[in-house]
């Protein structure tokens, strides 16, 4: 059964930093992109970025790039979006979702994570 | 880049029909495939069609989706409506330089 299985939900401080993941089971994690999807609170959802966990070739969305780094660690089938310095508008749910390539359809998705930012 | 533009919600009663409409702002909708998610309230999306028309497996028939190139536009159709159908609705579809780009998302209320 293929899963994406995500961390925790996080409280932060602005200008702290956070990474959270995303670890894929039941098929071969190298064979497939991963993409960061963003929902702000009571808004729609934002592609933030893919990666292809085979050879690492990431794709970031205009209004994502520098803002955020997208990774991934083949040998323990995860994927991580990281920032550095946290805003308040970084308040959101995140979720993770599997593409069989950068443009396709996301046929499943992880549970999301809230990542919130308050001081 | 380009968009694709949503009704911001729809409504309709158990047992009839509704359509939800995807409208791409530049470039023919019939050139990349639209996908279709739906989002119930707290739970992640999940899709219900994908590549224009096609149904993931477990997706009930009374869901479907077209295209309409004459006015440059993706439909989902869903008939005989239950209440288990209220949700967020979004299409999603790409070009050679957007890799991804979602609609708004339409909420779609079964009265």
């Known amino acids: 059964e293929v899963q994406l299985v995500q961390s925790g939900a996080e409280v932060k401080k602005p200008g702290e930093s956070l990474k959270i993941s995303c670890k894929g089971s039941g098929y071969i994690f190298t064979n497939y992109w991963i993409a960061w999807v963003r929902q702000m609170p009571g808004k729609g959802l934002e592609w933030m970025g893919s990666i292809y966990p085979g050879d690492s070739d990431t794709r970031y969305s205009p209004s994502f790039q520098g803002q955020v780094t997208i990774s991934a660690d083949k040998s323990i089938s995860t994927a991580y979006l990281q920032w550095s310095s946290l805003k308040a508008s970084d308040t959101a749910f995140y979720y993770c979702?599997?593409?069989?390539?950068?443009?396709?359809?996301?046929?499943?998705w992880g549970q999301g994570t809230l990542v919130t930012v308050s001081s | 880049n380009f968009m694709l533009t949503q009704p911001h919600s729809v409504s309709e009663s158990p047992g009839k029909t509704v359509t939800i409409s995807c409208t791409r702002s530049s470039g023919s909708i019939a050139s990349n495939y639209v996908q279709w998610y739906q989002q119930r309230p707290g739970s992640a999306p999940t899709t219900v069609i994908y590549e224009d028309k096609q149904r993931p497996s477990g997706v009930p028939d009374r869901f479907s989706g077209s295209i309409d190139s004459s006015s440059n536009s993706a439909s989902l159709t869903i008939s005989g409506l239950k209440t288990e159908d209220e949700a967020d609705y979004y299409c999603?579809?790409?070009?050679?330089?957007?890799?991804?780009?979602f609609g708004g998302g339409t909420k779609l209320t079964v009265l």
């Open positions: 979702a599997r593409q069989l390539m950068v443009t396709t359809n996301f046929d499943y």
């Open positions: 999603q579809s790409y070009d050679g330089n957007n890799p991804v780009v």
